[in-house]
Nanobody, 116 residues
Framework: QVQLVESGGGLVQPGGSLRLSCAASGFSFSSYAMNWYRQAPGKERELVARITSVGGSTVYADSVKGRFTISRDNFKNTVYLQMNSLKPEDTAVYYC?????????WGQGTQVTVSI
């Protein structure tokens, strides 16, 4: 059974930090590129960050570049998103995604709210 389980979301003040985790099981994690997406109310889902299967290449949305860092631990089957200098515009549901060829798996999402 393929599963992606996000954790680490919550409420944080502007300028604060959060670290999201995504624990994977049921597939060959080390063969997949991993992605973080987010969707805010009334907006389209957008790609936040991407990391290759080995971890040698990353891609970030312009809106988070320099503030967010994606990483992975293939021994723990886990991908992370370190979020620093958070802004209210970062408020969204964050989704973990695994992709390899025609295979595409999604987590259920975790809520991140940035507010005073």
């Amino acid at each position: 059974q393929v599963q992606l389980v996000e954790s680490g979301g919550g409420l944080v003040q502007p300028g604060g930090s959060l670290r999201l985790s995504c624990a994977a099981s049921g597939f060959s994690f080390s063969s997949y590129a991993m992605n973080w997406y987010r969707q805010a109310p009334g907006k389209e889902r957008e790609l936040v960050a991407r990391i290759t299967s080995v971890g040698g290449s990353t891609v970030y949305a312009d809106s988070v570049k320099g503030r967010f860092t994606i990483s992975r631990d293939n021994f723990k089957n886990t991908v992370y998103l370190q979020m620093n200098s958070l802004k209210p515009e970062d408020t969204a549901v964050y989704y973990c995604n695994a992709r390899w060829s025609v295979r595409n798996h999604w987590g259920q999402g975790t809520q991140v709210t940035v507010s005073i």
